[in-house]
């Protein structure tokens, strides 16, 4: 039985290479377009800066991958041979349908992928173990997170959330780009030069100083090496850390303005992409290795109970918050080398700039 696991194990480390490999194909449009597709600067420099971004990101996402292991099934109720078989069946598939989706060089979403394919695996499991069981068919509910909220409805409700969540998300995205592109054009459009030249720099600080609070103060939390002192003592010095960063970088900016009529939105769209970068592998890198990660952790558990029982209940998976560094690590450098060296990931990038071109090529 434990060379199974293993074994099984084993599979689950060579899918979830794949699964970075197909993932960061159809993901890296989503934070390379802008760049881009603007021409900031050449496309290595472009892939350089990402890549960075995508290797410090990826050591922030530890604290994401209680997902997985919690956040669409309720361990409690599953033993560590079906959600070994859950976790089985998500890789695989995850691994087809995002394959084929890059094949065809259009971009999906990971996250509805991933949780879709985790909901489906739980609900596959929980009907067979109910009709194994002879439970009543209403139970379905108890085995998917937040089951008591879903009561008789075999969770339609959850299915509207999901749906709706992602849609907001998108409603979202739309008229905040709009608001924030529409007030930035008003201001630069009519006195490009003059204007520019005086708030330029404020304008510089303002975005940088909004990209560190977001990646270092809101994400310190997820990073796999940070301490609780040192987290404490970001959260404590929040304002003084804002305040600083506003005024170096808008002293800086306008200094390379004024006196050396540097054009400073290169460096706003590099530093943009890097944020993108860093937040893209913060945030979907559990998409990709999450549910591998998950199993891991499942069989630390199983190995660690006497006499090593396949039926055992899944309930520690809430226990285990902490992913180790070295895995977020070869992550991350696998997503990077992927950015460098996938013509599938070159693909997509190019079909998301050309249908965003207001010109043909």
């Known amino acids: 039985v434990e060379l199974f696991v293993y074994t099984l194990l084993g599979l689950l480390a060579a899918l979830a290479c794949c699964d970075l490999f197909v993932g960061v194909s159809n993901d890296a449009s989503n934070f390379l377009n802008s760049a881009v597709g603007s021409r900031t600067a050449p496309f290595w420099v472009i892939l350089a800066v990402a890549s960075v971004g995508v290797i410090l990101g990826a050591t922030f996402s530890s604290g994401m991958m209680e997902i997985a292991k919690t956040g669409v099934f309720v361990p409690e109720m599953l033993s560590f041979k079906e959600v070994m078989v859950i976790f089985c069946a998500v890789m695989v598939t995850d691994v087809l349908l995002l394959n084929t ?8 979403s990971t996250t509805v992928s991933i949780v879709f394919e985790l909901l489906g695996g739980t609900i596959a499991v929980a009907c067979w173990k109910i009709w194994a069981n002879g439970y009543p068919l209403t139970d ?5 997170n937040s ?7 075999l969770n339609r409700k959850l299915y509207i959330l999901l749906i709706m969540g992602i849609l907001a998300s998108v ?20 006195s490009y030069e003059k204007i520019y030249r005086w708030l330029g720099g404020t304008l510089g600080g303002i975005a ?7 990646l270092v103060v809101k994400g310190a939390r997820g990073a796999s090496f940070m301490h609780p002192e040192w ?12 305040i600083s960063s506003f005024a170096f970088f808008t002293v800086i900016f306008q200094a390379l303005i004024l006196f050396f009529r540097m054009n400073i939105f290169p460096v706003i769209i590099l530093a943009g992409t890097f944020a993108l970068a860093f937040a893209f592998a913060g945030n979907d ?11 891991m952790d499942s069989v630390m558990l199983w190995k660690a109970q006497p006499g090593m029982d396949p039926g055992m209940m899944m309930g520690g998976l809430r226990d285990v918050k902490v992913t180790p560094t070295v895995i977020l690590g070869a992550s991350g450098l696998i997503m990077c080398l992927t950015l460098w060296f996938s013509k599938k990931a070159h693909r997509v990038i190019q079909t998301a700039v050309n249908l965003s071109s207001a010109t043909r090529g």
Do not use: C, D, M
């Open 101 to 108: 989706f890059n094949s065809l060089g259009l971009p999906t």
């Open 140 to 144: 379905l509910g108890l085995y998917v």
């Open 147 to 153: 089951g008591k909220a879903l009561g008789l409805v």
């Open 171 to 190: 409603v979202i995205a739309f008229f905040t780009g709009l608001i924030l592109q529409y007030f930035l054009r008003l201001l630069f459009t009519f």
């Open 208 to 214: 940088l100083t909004s990209i560190l609070y977001f």
């Open 231 to 242: 987290i404490e003592w970001i959260e404590t010095h929040t304002s003084i850390i804002l």
């Open 285 to 295: 890198l559990v998409n990709f290795v999450g549910v591998p990660v998950a199993a």
